[in-house]
C-alpha cells in the first residue's frame, strides 16, 4: 500500500503490516461509497495476487501493529445489535406486518401529502426549504398560504381537517417554484407532530387560534363571525384556549425548533457535559496498519478560566505507512439538521498545528465525507469557524469530482482529525510526528447572517391588558372585558408569546388589532406596548407576516398593528385599480421596533404612521 494518507475511516489493512495467519490482511475491507462497510471476509482469488509478509515486531520504519485496538475502533462505530434489539425487532415487525395489512400503518398516516406540485420545469429542488403555516385553513392562514405561494415558496400546510383543507388550499394559485403539501396534525396532540412531519422545514408562521363563534349561531359563510366580536356575542367552542395558545404553542415549538434554528447558534458539544460529551471514540491509522493513537476526554481545570475542556490528544507516527490521528462521533441518531446555520465553530487552545474537520451526512463507516482543514494559533484560546459551504466532498482523501455538495440537513457524524497529509495526496504544512494536544471548550453551528426572524407568530392586541393595573375596562375591546369569561383566551395567548420569546428560535410576534374581511391597502400603524385599538385586514396581515421572514428589522420584536381607518368607517378599493404596493421596509423603519418591549412591565411606545 502506498504512504498516502487516507481521510475516511478505512477498513483496509496494510499488507506489510499484518501478520500471514490474517487471511483477509489486504483489501477485503475496502468499502465503496453508499455501502455498509461491514466486515468482509477476504475474497479468495486475491490469495494469489499479494505475497504475505508478516511482520512481528518493529524494524526499521515498522512496528509491531495493535490488532486489538484495531478491533475494538471497529467494533465502537460498528456495535452489533443488543439482545434487547434483536427482541424490539422480533415484536415490532410482526405487529407493523398486520397494521399495514389492516390500513393502520402509522407512516402513511403521518405522511406529508402533496396537494399542488410545483411546475417541474421551474421548481426548486428537493432541498428547497419549506414554510410551515400552522393554522392554514383559518382566516388569516389561508390568505398566508396563498401570498407564499405568490411568491413561488415550497409550503406545507399543517391543518387538523384534511377535507377542509382540500376544499379551501386546492384551487389556489401558484408562481413558478411554489408548491403546497398537508400535515395532517394537531397542535394540542405532541404525539401527531411527528420529526418526519418537519424535515426541511426552515420557518413557521403560526396561526392557529382557539375556535370562537357566535353564541346565537351564524350561517354558512360564517358572516357573523367575520365581522368581529364588536358585533356579537362570542363563545369559545371546541379545545380551550390553554390548550390551543399555550400548551399548543410549546408543542409546535417543541416540533420546528430544532429544524427552524436557535438565534445564538446550535450547541453540538460543550466541555461542561452539554451536548454530544460522551459519543467521541478514537479512530487512528491502526485502521490500515498504522500505530498512531489518540483519544477524547473531559477534563477539568483545562479549559479557559479553570473551567472544563475536551482534550483530542494522542501520538501521532508516520510508521507503517500512517501519520494520522483522528476521533469521531458515533453515528446520530436522528441525524442531525443543521441547515439553517452558517457552518460548525470551535473554540480550540491552538498548538500550531493544522487539523481537519470531516462531517458525514450518511451513516456509511466508509463512505463520502465532506472535509475542511483549519489552522490554529500556538498557545491561544481562539474561535474556529468552518462554513459549510467551503466543506469539500472526500473519499479517501481523494476530491470527489463532481460530487454533490455538503447538505447540513442530515448530519450523521463529525471527525478530528491531525494528518500527515491534506487532500489528494498533498502534504500538511504543519505536520510534525510526536504527541499533540487540542483542548475544545464548545463545538456548534453558528447562525447565518444577516439573522432573519424563523418563527412568525399572529396574536392579538390587548393580551397584556387584562392584567393592566388601572385600566378601565369599559372602553377595551370585547375580548379584554371578556377575556375570563372566554376561557383566558387573552391570558393564554399572551402565555404562548412568552414560550415564543423563551424558546430561542428567530422570531416576531404580531399583534392585529380586531381582523376584518376588508381589502388589503389601508394605511397602516405599527406601535409598541399594547395601547392601540382599532381594525385590520386579515389580508394585511397575512402580507405582513410573509414580508416578516426577509425583515432584520423585526428580528425578535413584538408589535400591535392597525389600519387607520376608523371602525365606523368601510375600507374600500376601486376594483380598476392597479394592485396595492406597500414599502415594509419603510413602514418598519418607522416603527423603530425595540426588543423586549411587550407593554407587561415597559410604558407604551407612541403609535407610528
Given at each position: 500500500?502506498?504512504?498516502?494518507?487516507?481521510?475516511?475511516?478505512?477498513?483496509?489493512v496494510?499488507?506489510?503490516?499484518?501478520?500471514?495467519?490474517?487471511?483477509?490482511?489486504?483489501?477485503?475491507?475496502?468499502?465503496?461509497?453508499?455501502?455498509?462497510?461491514?466486515?468482509?471476509?477476504?475474497?479468495?482469488?486475491r490469495?494469489?495476487?499479494?505475497?504475505r509478509?508478516?511482520?512481528?515486531?518493529?524494524?526499521?520504519?515498522?512496528?509491531?501493529?495493535?490488532?486489538?485496538?484495531?478491533?475494538?475502533?471497529?467494533?465502537?462505530?460498528?456495535?452489533?445489535?443488543?439482545?434487547?434489539?434483536?427482541?424490539?425487532?422480533?415484536?415490532?415487525?410482526?405487529?407493523?406486518?398486520?397494521?399495514?395489512?389492516?390500513?393502520?400503518?402509522?407512516?402513511?398516516?403521518?405522511?406529508?401529502l402533496?396537494?399542488?406540485?410545483?411546475?417541474?420545469?421551474?421548481?426548486?429542488?428537493?432541498?428547497?426549504?419549506?414554510?410551515?403555516?400552522?393554522?392554514?385553513?383559518?382566516?388569516?392562514?389561508?390568505?398566508?398560504?396563498?401570498?407564499?405561494?405568490?411568491?413561488?415558496?415550497a409550503?406545507?400546510?399543517?391543518?387538523?381537517?384534511?377535507?377542509?383543507?382540500?376544499?379551501?388550499?386546492?384551487d389556489?394559485?401558484?408562481?413558478?417554484?411554489?408548491?403546497?403539501?398537508?400535515?395532517?396534525?394537531?397542535?394540542?396532540?405532541?404525539?401527531?407532530?411527528?420529526?418526519?412531519?418537519?424535515?426541511?422545514?426552515?420557518?413557521?408562521?403560526?396561526?392557529?387560534?382557539?375556535?370562537v363563534?357566535?353564541?346565537?349561531?351564524?350561517?354558512?359563510?360564517?358572516?357573523?363571525?367575520?365581522?368581529?366580536?364588536?358585533?356579537?356575542?362570542?363563545?369559545?367552542?371546541?379545545?380551550?384556549?390553554?390548550?390551543?395558545?399555550?400548551?399548543?404553542?410549546?408543542?409546535?415549538?417543541?416540533?420546528?425548533?430544532?429544524?427552524?434554528?436557535?438565534?445564538?447558534?446550535?450547541?453540538?458539544?460543550?466541555?461542561?457535559?452539554?451536548?454530544?460529551?460522551?459519543?467521541?471514540?478514537?479512530?487512528?491509522?491502526?485502521?490500515?496498519?498504522?500505530v498512531?493513537?489518540?483519544?477524547?476526554a473531559?477534563?477539568?481545570?483545562?479549559?479557559?478560566?479553570g473551567?472544563?475542556?475536551g482534550?483530542?490528544?494522542?501520538?501521532?507516527?508516520?510508521?507503517?505507512?500512517?501519520?494520522?490521528?483522528?476521533?469521531?462521533?458515533?453515528?446520530?441518531?436522528?441525524?442531525?439538521?443543521?441547515?439553517?446555520?452558517?457552518?460548525?465553530?470551535?473554540?480550540?487552545?491552538?498548538?500550531g498545528?493544522?487539523?481537519?474537520?470531516?462531517?458525514?451526512?450518511?451513516?456509511?463507516?466508509?463512505?463520502i465525507?465532506?472535509?475542511?482543514s483549519?489552522d490554529?494559533?500556538?498557545?491561544?484560546?481562539?474561535?474556529?469557524?468552518?462554513?459549510?459551504?467551503?466543506?469539500?466532498?472526500?473519499?479517501?482523501?481523494?476530491?470527489?469530482?463532481?460530487?454533490?455538495?455538503?447538505?447540513?440537513?442530515?448530519?450523521?457524524?463529525?471527525?478530528?482529525?491531525?494528518?500527515?497529509?491534506?487532500?489528494?495526496?498533498?502534504l500538511?504544512?504543519?505536520?510534525?510526528?510526536?504527541?499533540?494536544k487540542?483542548?475544545?471548550?464548545?463545538?456548534?453551528?453558528?447562525?447565518?447572517?444577516?439573522?432573519?426572524?424563523?418563527?412568525?407568530?399572529?396574536?392579538?392586541?390587548?393580551?397584556?391588558?387584562?392584567?393592566?393595573?388601572?385600566?378601565?375596562?369599559?372602553?377595551?375591546?370585547?375580548?379584554?372585558?371578556?377575556?375570563?369569561?372566554?376561557?383566558?383566551?387573552?391570558?393564554?395567548?399572551?402565555?404562548?408569546?412568552?414560550?415564543?420569546?423563551?424558546?430561542?428560535?428567530?422570531?416576531?410576534?404580531?399583534?392585529?388589532?380586531?381582523?376584518?374581511e376588508?381589502?388589503?391597502?389601508?394605511?397602516?400603524?405599527?406601535?409598541?406596548?399594547?395601547?392601540?385599538?382599532?381594525?385590520?385586514?386579515?389580508?394585511?396581515?397575512?402580507?405582513?407576516?410573509?414580508?416578516?421572514?426577509?425583515?432584520?428589522?423585526?428580528?425578535?420584536?413584538?408589535?400591535?398593528?392597525?389600519s387607520?381607518?376608523?371602525?365606523?368607517?368601510?375600507?374600500?378599493?376601486?376594483?380598476?385599480?392597479?394592485?396595492?404596493s406597500?414599502?415594509?421596509?419603510?413602514?418598519?423603519?418607522?416603527?423603530?421596533?425595540?426588543?423586549?418591549?411587550?407593554?407587561?412591565?415597559?410604558?407604551?411606545?407612541?403609535?407610528?404612521?
Open positions: 500500500m502506498s504512504g498516502r494518507e487516507i481521510g475516511q475511516p478505512i477498513l483496509t496494510c499488507r506489510d503490516a499484518v501478520p500471514a495467519k490474517f487471511p483477509w490482511r489486504c483489501s477485503c475491507f475496502l468499502a465503496r461509497p453508499g455501502t455498509s462497510g461491514s466486515l468482509k471476509k477476504f475474497a479468495h482469488n490469495k494469489q495476487q499479494r505475497s509478509m508478516p511482520i512481528m515486531a518493529a524494524k526499521g520504519d515498522r512496528q509491531s501493529w495493535d490488532f486489538g485496538r484495531f478491533v475494538k475502533t471497529v467494533t465502537y462505530f460498528n456495535e452489533p445489535p443488543s439482545a434487547e434489539q434483536v427482541l424490539q425487532a422480533l415484536v415490532e415487525q410482526p405487529a407493523k406486518l398486520v397494521r399495514q395489512l389492516t390500513g393502520q400503518d402509522e407512516e402513511k398516516q403521518s405522511a406529508v402533496k396537494l399542488l406540485a410545483a411546475n417541474e420545469a421551474t421548481a426548486p429542488n428537493s432541498g428547497a426549504d419549506v414554510v410551515v403555516v400552522a393554522g392554514a385553513t383559518g382566516g388569516v392562514g389561508k390568505r398566508v398560504v396563498q401570498t407564499l405561494l405568490n411568491k413561488g415558496k409550503v406545507r400546510a399543517l391543518v387538523r381537517d384534511e377535507q377542509k383543507a382540500r376544499k379551501l388550499l386546492s389556489l394559485k401558484t408562481a413558478p417554484g411554489g408548491s403546497l403539501e398537508l400535515i395532517v396534525a394537531d397542535i394540542t396532540k405532541p404525539d401527531s407532530l411527528k420529526p418526519e412531519l418537519f424535515q426541511g422545514v426552515r420557518a413557521v408562521i403560526c396561526c392557529t387560534a382557539v375556535k363563534n357566535p353564541k346565537e349561531g351564524d350561517n354558512v359563510n360564517r358572516d357573523k363571525y367575520n365581522q368581529g366580536i364588536k358585533f356579537y356575542e362570542p363563545e369559545v367552542v371546541g379545545d380551550t384556549p390553554e390548550a390551543v395558545e399555550y400548551l399548543g404553542m410549546q408543542n409546535l415549538l417543541t416540533a420546528v425548533k430544532e429544524h427552524v434554528g436557535y438565534r445564538h447558534g446550535k450547541l453540538i458539544f460543550s466541555a461542561d457535559g452539554q451536548g454530544l460529551a460522551n459519543v467521541w471514540g478514537p479512530l487512528d491509522d491502526v485502521v490500515m496498519g498504522g498512531s493513537e489518540s483519544g477524547f473531559v477534563v477539568s481545570n483545562a479549559g479557559e478560566n473551567q472544563p475542556a482534550i483530542f490528544s494522542g501520538l501521532v507516527s508516520s510508521s507503517n505507512n500512517g501519520g494520522f490521528a483522528s476521533v469521531r462521533t458515533k453515528n446520530f441518531t436522528p441525524a442531525m439538521d443543521l441547515k439553517s446555520y452558517g457552518g460548525l465553530a470551535f473554540r480550540v487552545k491552538g498548538d498545528l493544522r487539523y481537519k474537520c470531516t462531517i458525514r451526512t450518511d451513516t456509511n463507516w466508509d463512505g465525507g465532506y472535509t475542511l483549519f490554529t494559533k500556538a498557545g491561544e484560546w481562539h474561535d474556529v469557524q468552518l462554513p459549510f459551504e467551503e466543506f469539500i466532498p472526500l473519499f479517501r482523501a481523494k476530491t470527489v469530482k463532481d460530487g454533490a455538495k455538503l447538505d447540513p440537513s442530515t448530519v450523521t457524524s463529525i471527525q478530528l482529525m491531525l494528518s500527515k497529509f491534506e487532500n489528494d495526496g498533498k500538511n504544512p504543519s505536520f510534525k510526528t510526536g504527541p499533540f487540542l483542548p475544545v471548550a464548545k463545538i456548534w453551528g453558528y447562525p447565518k447572517e444577516p439573522q432573519l426572524p424563523r418563527f412568525v407568530l399572529v396574536s392579538s392586541a390587548g393580551v397584556t391588558r387584562p392584567s393592566r393595573p388601572g385600566i378601565d375596562l369599559s372602553q377595551e375591546p370585547p375580548a379584554v372585558r371578556m377575556n375570563d369569561e372566554l376561557g383566558g383566551i387573552l391570558t393564554n395567548k399572551l402565555k404562548g408569546e412568552d414560550e415564543v420569546r423563551q424558546s430561542g428560535v428567530p422570531y416576531a410576534i404580531v399583534r392585529p388589532c380586531a381582523l376584518t376588508e381589502p388589503a391597502g389601508a394605511e397602516l400603524v405599527i406601535s409598541q406596548g399594547d395601547t392601540i385599538k382599532g381594525k385590520l385586514s386579515r389580508q394585511d396581515v397575512a402580507e405582513l407576516c410573509v414580508e416578516l421572514l426577509s425583515q432584520q428589522l423585526a428580528l425578535d420584536k413584538t408589535f400591535e398593528v392597525k387607520t381607518v376608523p371602525f365606523s368607517q368601510p375600507f374600500k378599493v376601486d376594483p380598476e385599480s392597479s394592485p396595492h406597500r414599502d415594509w421596509q419603510a413602514l418598519l423603519v418607522g416603527a423603530d421596533l425595540k426588543e423586549n418591549v411587550t407593554g407587561k412591565s415597559q410604558p407604551a411606545v407612541a403609535a407610528t404612521r
